[in-house]
């Protein structure tokens, strides 16, 4: 199932969001264009940022409120890198330092009467915020490797950039990703489950978001058998035939 559009629609918020987000939506067109022409093809990578977090987004949109994640596996990292022409070795190194973590992108903004916008610090978003990796429970790490710290904001430079005004409202929370061999627990191009329960407006329900791997993005998409119809990368079963899909491709 393709992933609902993260630009909001509602009715009171769309007035706002037309204007703020005209620019962000000229720049994901310029990611799109210029940096996705830049990825090199390959079946363990994601085409392009822009595709993964088009994938990866989940929102919830209240009164004057919008809640959104994305999980952003080493994958991403990876195809940032590629995107901004890091030398081979740069990319390697980015790699093997991304797969010891798993990302989610967050972003909780409040509208003020004024039209003004109010995001929540990353503080408030973490005491509101639970989240399971192949139903194990994680917490936001405190610490991190001094080198995640230094490279992820310039490697979602232009993800931030995208969201035009909203970029600043972005929190990037990491959490660890080995099991006890020293190996990744969950990836883009691997079967995984990443969920997440978030407290959002008082009053309302506990949200909840899930993602499951791998990723279209990242693995390929697969086809029904007989029909040749597309699926996710993470469909065991054809939906319209019950009958298991031809290797992603």
Sequence with gaps: MRPTPWLPTGMRLRRRYIQQMRFGRT???????VLGALALPAPVFAQSTSELVQETVRNFRGNDHLVTFWWL???FWVAAAREMRKTPGEIEAIGDLFDNYTLLGVMDVQFTPDGKMDALSTVEIVRRLEV???DVPFDVLKQVDPKLQQMSPELSYAFRVSLAEFGRGLRLLPF??????ARPIVSGSKPGVVRVRYKGETGVAPLE??????LTAVAGSKKCPGS???MEASWTHCPWNGK?????K
């Excluded at 660890?176 to 061999?181: G, H, R, T």
């Design 132 to 134: 399971w990796i192949d």
């Design 228 to 230: 040749g119809a597309p």
């Design 73 to 75: 596996p080493a994958e």
């Design 244 to 248: 298991k899909p031809e290797p992603a």
């Design 27 to 33: 720049a994901l067109l310029i990611v799109v264009l």
């Design 209 to 214: 978001f899930w993602w499951h791997a791998p």
């Design 176 to 181: 660890a990703n080995l099991d006890s061999q």
